[in-house]
């Protein structure tokens, strides 16, 4: 395989200025981020972080939606242009993201620029002069906002300084004992410059240092220039970037020795390391389409982008990136949804990753998720009154706060309907009345507005409910997760150590939450949840009962696995055996309703919901492996059921799978998933095109209607909260289009399928990671299957569905046959770090 040629399918290419900033090259260290933009005379900048937070789980300054922030550190303006001609004009500018490299090239008039992520936290930046008469060209460092911001009893505070000459810009958040700084700092390399501020003292002693109160005489200047002396040839420029939550820790002395230690190595030292270590990057997995209309290479463009973006995004950090924005979004650190994770968002961005085999860039999102797990635990002790944790939807990056007992046995009160919602007490309403509407606890806050100089909410009608409060899928989503990577990677220590306290806490807040009870029909049933952001207060509602379904087997095999928790076992399997099925349009109470004469499909709940939503579900097609191809072998009635409830489905659409697709949808992958092939390639091909970006997207007018940007991003989230959610999950949709790996059911062994779902007029070849540590390369063309290629990393058995139907196939090891079989599943021991062929048997 000619990687280089392969990845480089996918490169960002313009000739032109780009209209929009978030139309921009990315680049990433998966820490570290931001789009290059142009202006006609400039090279462009927004500095962001992972860990860099205005406010965290305590906040009780940000209780108006969309105003909380974090993630921005400072812009950047490289200005090469002062009195002579532009330097970026559309039909000679020359802008290209070369993915293989992970490198961002801008040649213009008389002027290139080449830009990368370095992993040690440093954006490297080459300028070269080529102009007959060259100019001066300024670095300007600016701030994202004034120099001094109050919000209640929130604080922004940002200075520059002159260290040597390095510019620093540092920022300092504060509330109570919350305390995020970071820093930005920018030097240059083989030119001369001179660092100047157009304060008083020139940027070389803080002015109005004697202040005690803030904003009151803040600083004017908002931004500090490197001013390059002009001269022909290259030069390079080095933005180093740090930050912490430790006010003890001199991040500014971190970000200096950073960019000392960049330029100490050199730009081209940096720029191989960096080339070398993304090269070898690609070649762990790939995927290769063709087709005569082109669609197929679209597909792959796009599949390729996404990788990259996974791993300039969320790579060798504590904490995952933001679901709108990434670390890319150029607009300052204000952006719609704020700066909380949503769990249906984050979600559809990781997955797509274990298949890659870069299980690296999960990490990230599990440190997250373990860091808060004391917090959760209290939190579904002090709102719920169960046991195992409570991750909300909506959630800060360091989890939830903790409660004041009395507000807490209200709540719990109050959110299980044992006191109405009318007998709030005046010390609850005071409580809340500080609280995020965002925030899932309080979600059944409305939109709010201003009165005559006070701030009034609406509700949203529902009592205790709100949009997010109520949903509990998510807690076991993430623990699913958990128990994927073990699936994948078969890691024991991980199991032991990370996933196995998830899993057990998931299924533990599930099983006892205390209104999932015991019926006179002698099964258990959930109530008073939601699902989707609506069946609000509906029995046994679908997210809730897939994730009982996924939870409930994976906690007893990871238990017997890990020889722990014995005692709890048979608890956990009365519990399971005697789980209420999923909802169905043949129960009397179903929300939806089929004809007597139509097959059952799934709908959202059995029980009558307070916002009156009746509708289909597709939730077991799109969670915890409840229902794919392999489901028909052991679970023929789920797998039928599946079938009908995408008939249903597809009928509303008037036969037209580009109906279907949203940007969050997960349509595309579970008809992949369920084996649809031609659907599939409609609603990927939608989902990818925006076709139904004017009906869905969240703020379309206010982001100016437009469904993609130049470098395939979206605003579908609103402004500034740019968004590759589709691209994850067109991702996984091709995916489980060339290969599948997931069981029959949760909990179930493994088996692989091959091209389930690919598109009668595609040749694809891949190469992708399954459960159980294998690795598979195979190739179909012209609707035949020409290789299977099995590396087995980890050792043990391979569970194969025969590619070729009926036909009799043979396994061999290196040149030696070690089994044939016409069975429909192959199966086969293993040696680890050894490579096996499946082929068709022509004797």
Not at 327 to 333: C, I, M, Q, T, V
């Amino acid at each position: 395989m000619n990687y280089r040629e392969l990845v480089s399918r996918g490169d960002l290419n313009y000739d032109h200025n780009v209209k929009r900033s978030e139309g921009g090259l990315p680049i990433g260290n998966g820490r570290m981020g931001s789009l290059i933009w142009t202006s006609p005379s400039a090279v462009k900048f927004q500095v962001n972080r992972v860990d860099v937070y205005a406010n965290d789980r305590s906040t009780n300054s940000f209780n108006q939606r969309h105003l909380d922030y974090g993630y921005g550190c400072g812009f950047v303006d490289i200005d090469l242009a002062d009195y002579g001609e532009d330097v970026f004009q559309d039909g000679t500018i020359r802008q290209q993201l070369s993915l293989y490299d992970a490198l961002a090239t801008i040649q213009g008039n008389g002027v290139d620029v080449e830009a990368f992520a370095y992993d040690n936290d440093v954006f490297a930046v080459k300028v070269n002069d080529g102009r007959a008469e060259p100019e001066g060209i300024n670095i300007k460092l600016k701030m994202l906002r004034p120099a001094e911001v109050v919000t209640k009893s929130h604080s922004a505070v940002s200075t520059l300084s002159i260290h040597q000459d390095i510019m620093i810009l540092k920022q300092i958040f504060r509330e109570g004992d919350y305390y995020c700084s970071s820093v930005v700092a920018i030097g240059i390399s083989g030119r001369s410059g001179v660092i100047r501020m157009n304060d008083e003292f020139g940027g070389r002693a803080p002015v109005g240092s004697f202040r005690v109160s803030k904003m009151l005489g803040m600083p004017n200047e908002t931004e500090m220039r490197l001013c390059v002396k002009p001269a022909s040839g290259s030069f390079e420029i080095f933005i180093a970037s740090a930050a912490t939550f430790d006010e003890n820790e001199d991040i500014t002395a971190q970000a200096i020795t950073t960019l000392e230690s960049a330029r100490t190595m050199g730009y081209e030292s940096m720029l191989r390391e960096h080339k070398e270590w993304w090269n070898e990057f690609w070649r762990k997995s790939y995927i290769r389409l063709s087709s005569e209309d082109g669609t197929a290479e679209f597909v792959e463009a796009h599949y390729s982008y996404f990788v990259y973006l996974m791993a300039s995004n969320s790579r060798g950090g504590n904490y995952p990136m933001n679901f709108g924005g990434m670390l890319l979004s150029p607009r300052g650190d204000l952006r719609h949804w704020g700066a909380m994770q949503w769990w249906s968002n984050l979600r559809l961005y990781y997955n797509a990753v274990l298949p890659t085999g870069h299980f690296e860039l999960m990490q990230p999102y599990f440190s997250m998720y373990t860091a808060m797990y004391d917090s959760c635990a209290r939190a579904a002790e002090q709102q719920w009154g169960s046991k195992g944790i409570y991750i909300p939807e909506t959630v800060w990056f360091n989890g939830v706060d903790e409660l004041p007992e009395d507000i807490a046995a209200e709540m719990q009160d109050l959110y299980l309907l044992r006191k109405s919602w009318e007998e709030r007490s005046e010390r609850f309403k005071r409580y809340s009345f500080n609280k995020h509407p965002h925030e899932s606890r309080w979600n059944w806050k409305g939109f709010e507005k201003w009165v005559d100089g006070n701030l009034v909410y609406t509700e949203k009608g529902y009592g205790p409910f709100g949009s997010t409060s109520h949903m509990f899928g998510n807690v076991v989503g993430i623990a699913y997760h958990y128990w994927n990577y073990y699936e994948f990677t078969n890691d024991l220590a991980f199991l032991r150590d990370r996933a196995y306290p998830m899993i057990k806490g998931a299924a533990e807040f599930m099983r006892n939450y205390p209104h999932v009870r015991k019926d006179d029909d002698g099964k258990y049933h959930i109530y008073n949840s939601i699902t989707g952001e609506s069946y609000i207060g509906g029995k046994d509602t679908m997210q809730c009962m897939a994730s009982l379904h996924a939870i409930m087997p994976v906690v007893l095999k990871s238990a017997d696995i890990l020889a722990v928790d014995q005692e709890m076992i048979p608890v956990w399997e009365e519990f399971y055996r005697y789980l209420g099925p999923l909802p169905k349009s043949d129960h009397p109470t179903a929300v939806l309703k089929t004809a007597e004469d139509e097959p059952a499909v799934w709908v959202s709940a059995i029980g009558p919901v307070q916002n009156k939503k009746n509708d289909i579900n597709v939730d077991p097609m799109r969670y915890f492996d409840l229902c794919s191809v392999e489901t028909s072998y052991e679970n023929p009635d789920w797998f039928e059921t599946g079938k009908a409830t995408i008939h249903y489905l597809e009928k509303s659409y008037g036969g037209d799978w580009r109906k279907a697709p949203t940007e969050m949808s997960a349509i595309a992958w579970i008809l992949s998933g369920m084996g649809y092939a031609e659907e599939f390639k409609q609603a990927v091909l939608a989902q990818l095109e925006c076709d139904n970006a004017a009906r869905e997207y969240c703020y379309f007018d206010d982001t100016g209607k437009v469904p993609f940007f130049d470098n395939r991003l979206t605003v579908r989230e609103g402004i500034n909260a740019l968004s590759a959610q589709r691209l994850g999950n067109a991702a996984t949709a091709v995916q489980y289009a060339l290969c599948q790996s997931q069981p029959a059911g949760p909990g179930k062994e493994s088996v692989i399928h091959l091209f389930p779902a690919c598109p009668k007029d595609w040749d694809a070849e891949f190469s992708l990671w399954c459960h159980g540590g294998f690795r598979v390369t195979s190739a179909i063309r012209k609707r035949v299957i020409e290789l299977v290629s099995i590396e087995s990393m980890l050792g043990g058995t391979c569970r194969l569905r025969n590619p070729w139907g009926n036909r009799e196939v043979a396994v061999y090891r290196d040149n030696d046959e070690i089994m044939r079989s016409v069975d429909s599943l192959i199966e086969f021991h293993t040696d680890k770090n050894t490579a096996y062929t499946v082929r068709e048997s022509r004797d």
